[in-house]
């Protein structure tokens, strides 16, 4: 018992930390922003590249400078058009875009530059006469020359940098390219229209008004969206997350751009199909011990995702549908919701993620969110489009996809996710008993090749008919890109790891070897990916496993025998037992391989094997009773001529099937192998 409120104890300081912790980054801008990606012309993107950013309406100017992959990002913008120019070492852009910003939105677009503009004006470029092309090259003479001498001038000011380079983003840029602001015309001028770049779960986009707690400027500080004498940083340094590209990441979608937005609402579709082809070809098509691939030998429509996200005045909702398999077999792994009246499993089944909220502008950022969201607590994500395998390790797969209740999503850094939940129970519409649950995920990324995350559970009572049995639970990943050099066929390597350990104690069970507590209630496992990426990301190869040691099966999958779900399991499960004690172990690996010719879509073609130390995958004969179909009973146990045979003993049910050809039994195998290829999509 003290052993238990040790537990209990820490887990509370936890969460106590975690509601006095900072904002979730907000879905929407407070003012305005613009991102883009300066380009050769080539179009592959262009680095270290200098971008001028004119306020018409303020008649001030921003200058970044684009970092490594060409992009570059500019936030709290005040609504109105703007003039956007960008140069680089032998490189300039001929003619200014004009953007429109507005509240709410982040403007995107690509700077294309030509090569050796920067000192060698063209008259045919613009249609100019000789002598004015001359006139404007001593022009440019005359800034590169002002420029040379305020780096002197910085040099003699600031001793310290005098024996160091000084960085291009610190020396004062021309207003604007001076051919385009001649030559320049109206009419001709591309208005791209804002777009908003939707957060996911783990790539979330903050408000970028300015923080409540942050200092008043100094007097003679240059006023809001004027440059001051140093030039603006090259990244978002408030919005949480957008100061470094994180679509590397298993779990995160590979999307840099948003196919269409509007002020009011960012739509979002996915597409999950999939064609499985189990080796041990069971007669019934029927597969068990995913939660990803249910049926052999068949194209299936895994999930048809419709929806997205609704934004106005700091308001926000999100909802996604899940036509297809998973409005099934998602519902069937939670059994909360055969307790009491009213049927959760059809009033929530084609809903993937269903909430609303409020957004904070304060720190970085704080949501509010209250309904049915993602948890993420195996790493991978429930979408196949966001992550490096289709069907993931035991440790994610036997872990919740998915919570209904509260999350407070709060950003004390823009490297840090402090994220409390208040739930109904463990990946569960509904409360298996009375005691909710408490939990969080932490977020910590302060590099760009850096991601970890810890999700920890604990305080509910999970199991369904026994009230006083307690769940405690961490899952604990983190993913590193170790390589990172694109345009050399291979572009880049990264790996993810992610531990689990848990335990269940009381009604029977102890989280330890303890006669006098019960059996050992245990969850013990890890995965281990590995990915490669190839030809600017139009390849991917992924490699990986995990293993998985659980001597109670509290969260192994239940096999769908005879229409075996978790909730009939909770009363009985005559073949596959989930009794205190009986064990579960197993172990896989994986290799997938992605053909990605557009961000929008990806073809993959995976193989895996899996394995585990008693029957549990479905074999040549199938886990369906003569002669095909299910007999509406499955915690008993049916006879050869597919009747129920009223018994949940196997020694009566052998005296009642008799006359009826005997007791039926599934064909459950040690081992699976199994091939997929599948056509993802998501806009």
């Known amino acids: ?367 509010i969110d209250a309904g049915i969201f993602m948890s993420y607590i195996g790493l991978f994500s429930y979408y196949n489009f966001d992550n490096w395998a289709y069907q993931p390790s035991y440790v994610s797969s036997n872990t919740p996809w998915f919570f209904e209740g509260i999350r407070i999503q709060m950003f004390p850094t823009h490297h840090l996710k402090i994220e409390p939940w208040i739930i109904n129970g463990w990946q569960s519409y509904a409360s298996s008993n009375t005691r909710k649950g408490l939990g969080g995920q932490i977020k910590y990324t302060p590099y760009p090749w850096l991601n970890i995350i810890s999700n920890n559970y604990g305080l509910g009572h999970d199991d369904l008919y026994t009230p006083n049995r307690g769940r405690i639970h961490t899952d604990n990943s983190f993913e590193v890109k170790y390589y990172d050099k694109p345009g050399n066929g291979l572009d880049k390597i990264a790996f993810t790891f992610t531990g689990d350990l848990g335990c269940e104690f009381g009604g029977g069970v102890s989280c330890y070897t303890d006669t006098k507590g019960g059996p050992k209630q245990s969850f013990v496992g890890y995965m281990l990916y590995n990915r490669f990426w190839f030809h600017r990301d139009t390849f991917g190869l992924t490699i990986g496993g995990g293993q998985i040691n659980n001597p109670g099966r509290y969260l192994v999958l239940v096999p769908p025998i005879n229409g075996e779900s978790a909730a009939s399991a909770a009363v009985n499960s005559p073949y596959f037992t989930f009794n205190p004690g009986d064990p579960f172990k197993a172990w896989d690996t994986s290799v997938t391989f992605d053909y990605m010719p557009k961000q929008w879509i990806t073809f993959r073609f995976e193989g895996d094997y899996r394995h585990a130390n008693v029957p549990y995958w479905s074999g040549a004969a199938g886990v369906t009773p003569p002669p095909g179909t299910n007999n509406g009973y499955p915690t008993q146990y049916a006879c050869m001529n597919g009747n129920a045979s009223g018994q949940t003993a196997l020694s009566a049910a052998t005296a009642s099937c008799a006359p009826n050809g005997g007791v039926w039994f599934p064909d459950l195998r040690r081992d699976e192998v199994l091939f997929d290829i599948d056509l993802l999509v998501k806009f």
């Open 1 to 367: 018992m003290r052993k238990h409120s040790v537990v209990l104890f820490a887990f509370v300081v936890y969460a106590g930390i975690a509601l006095c912790g900072e904002p979730n980054v907000g879905d929407k801008y407070a003012s305005g922003a613009l991102r883009g990606v300066t380009r050769d012309s080539s179009g592959q993107p262009l680095p270290h590249a200098q971008v001028t950013v004119h306020s018409v309406a303020e008649s001030s100017d921003l200058t970044v400078v684009s970092g490594s992959d060409g992009a570059f990002a500019i936030a709290s913008l005040n609504p109105g058009q703007y003039e956007v120019s960008a140069r680089a070492e032998g490189f300039a852009t001929l003619a200014t875009t004009v953007v429109v910003v507005t509240n709410h939105q982040t403007a995107q677009m690509d700077l294309p530059l030509a090569r050796g503009r920067t000192s060698n004006l063209d008259a045919s470029d613009a249609g100019m006469s000789p002598a004015i092309v001359k006139a404007l090259e001593a022009m440019q003479k005359r800034i590169d020359q002002l420029e040379a001498e305020l780096k002197g001038r910085n040099a003699q000011a600031r001793p310290e940098v005098a024996t160091a380079e000084v960085p291009a983003k610190a020396v004062e840029q021309p207003q604007r390219t001076l051919l385009a602001t001649i030559v320049k015309d109206p009419s001709a001028i591309p208005i791209v229209p804002g777009t908003l770049n939707r957060p996911e779960e783990n790539r979330t986009i903050a408000s970028n008004a300015t923080p409540q707690n942050a200092p008043a400027p100094a007097a003679g500080a240059a006023p809001q969206n004027q440059a001051p004498e140093a030039a603006a940083p090259a990244v978002d340094l408030q919005t949480p997350f957008a100061d470094y590209d994180w679509t590397w990441l298993n779990g995160n979608p590979r999307t840099k751009d948003v196919a269409f937005d509007s002020k009011f609402f960012t739509p979002e579709i996915r597409a999950d199909l999939t064609y499985t082809y189990d080796f041990n070809k069971p007669s019934d098509d029927s597969m068990g011990g995913s939660s990803e691939l249910f049926r052999s030998n068949e194209i299936q429509l895994e999930q048809l995702g419709i929806g997205g996200d609704f934004h106005w005045d700091n308001v926000r909702a999100r909802f996604m549908s899940q036509f297809g398999a998973y409005s099934e077999t998602t519902i069937r792994n939670d059994p909360s919701y055969a307790k009491g009246q009213w049927n959760l499993a059809d009033a929530d089944r084609y809903m993937a993620e269903a909430y609303g909220g409020y957004h904070i502008n304060w720190m970085h950022g704080m949501n």
